[in-house]
């Protein structure tokens, strides 16, 4: 097999991984902790913790990925995140359930930023503009896959045991961390020997990333970075509501979500097709402003009206728009990254996204608790206008 060929294949199989647990996770998680009796709050709070506590983790897992090795930063992640998720199938502690969730919080730092790093410069794809979308693409499209097949397992599973799914989870990432260990490959680039433990590395890459985001002819990066804050705070309060808003307001069992988020993830893998096509055609500022003003009516479209029937093809709309801003956003700031600290701009962009997804989860659930399900929904609405007006100020 081609290097390149391989270089594809391992990173699109470990898209495929993340897709099936996102899935699972998006679809079932919040329901399977309220079914074991804890308070909406707590859980949405233990999210934002969670994910908070993750971002202190980021710069140390960039510094093994950018100085030692993106293979070992990736073999790091999938066993930790094996334990994780075996941890939260055995245990019904509220308490020991937080620590193995935390966990898993943890292992995706080691995986944030090192995939891509590892891909894009192995290819040597970072300044082609037309290779580098296609690769984000047809990850994005392989993610989108294992969403799928992730419903339809959780369908089938939740119907005999909701706990299984965790335990399932768990077994795909020991898989994919044998296969990490035996095929993958790192070329074009060197490990750096630098004189200082990890702590330290951390810090010499963490102030390489601050500096050059804030450096003067750094401009569209900065504006990327806001206008993910802002999209991430939209997509991560919606996803809290959507399962709520299925079983309480449409009286759906938990096993019909993930099986509608499985049809849907079928319709959203026409989005990196559509992000190939705008991107060939159309600088990333026209695509990303189109595709939010789209998503901010397709949230708007699924709160106001009392049918299931519009509120999937609503949710199925923002899914493609969704995986197309996701593709462009990535292809974006990728084409923006330095090479050499590229997995540490990763992590960077990785805490950007924990701290607005924090804020987004804990508010989410006071706002669900205080103002309800759809008043919260359309605020959701208002920030994804909000991040296309920010992407007007882009030149790219």
Request: net charge positive.
């Amino acid at each position: 097999m081609k290097f390149s060929t391989k270089v594809k294949t391992i990173r699109n199989g470990i898209e495929f991984s993340h897709g099936m647990r996102r899935a699972l996770v998006n679809a079932l998680i919040l329901i399977y902790f309220i079914s074991l009796g804890f308070n909406i709050i707590a859980v949405t709070t233990l999210f934002a913790i969670s994910t908070l506590i993750m971002t202190f983790f980021e710069f140390p897992t960039g510094a093994i990925a950018d100085y030692d090795s993106r293979k070992k930063s990736l073999m790091i992640s999938f066993f930790l995140m094996a334990v994780a998720f075996f941890g939260i199938f055995l245990f019904k502690n509220f308490w020991i359930l937080a620590s193995f969730w935390i966990l898993g919080d943890i292992a995706w730092a080691f995986s944030s930023g090192a995939c891509s790093a590892w891909a894009i410069d192995a290819l040597r794809y970072v300044k082609n503009k037309s290779k580098l979308v296609k690769l984000i693409s047809k990850g994005y499209i392989f993610e989108k896959g294992g969403r799928v097949l992730g419903g339809l397992i959780g369908f089938i599973i939740v119907a005999i045991s909701f706990r299984l799914i965790w335990l399932i989870i768990s077994l795909n990432y020991l898989i994919l961390l044998f296969i990490i260990w035996k095929y993958m490959e790192e070329r074009n680039f060197k490990p750096e020997k630098v004189p200082h433990n990890y702590i330290k590395k951390s810090f010499i890459k963490a102030k390489e990333s601050f500096l050059y985001l804030m450096h003067k002819n750094n401009l569209e990066l900065r504006i990327l970075i806001l206008g993910g804050a802002i999209s991430t705070m939209t997509i991560s309060s919606f996803f809290i509501c959507v399962p709520l808003m299925f079983v309480t307001i449409f009286n759906l069992s938990p096993e019909f979500i993930p099986g509608i988020y499985s049809i849907l993830a079928i319709v959203a893998i026409m989005g990196p097709l559509l992000a190939e096509k705008i991107a060939h055609k159309k600088e990333f500022k026209f695509g990303l402003i189109l595709l939010f003003f789209i998503i901010g009516i397709s949230i708007i479209s699924f709160a106001i009206f009392n049918s299931l029937i519009i509120s999937i093809i609503s949710l199925g709309i923002l899914m493609i728009m969704l995986a197309a801003t996701d593709v462009l956003e990535d292809s974006a700031l990728q084409h923006e990254f330095d090479s050499k600290i590229r997995a540490s701009l990763g992590s960077l962009n990785s805490i950007n996204w924990a701290i607005a997804n924090s804020i987004a989860v804990f508010l989410t659930g006071i706002g669900i608790g205080i103002f309800g399900i759809i008043n919260t929904l359309v605020v959701c609405a208002g920030l994804a206008f909000l991040t296309a007006f920010i992407y007007l100020f882009l030149k790219i």
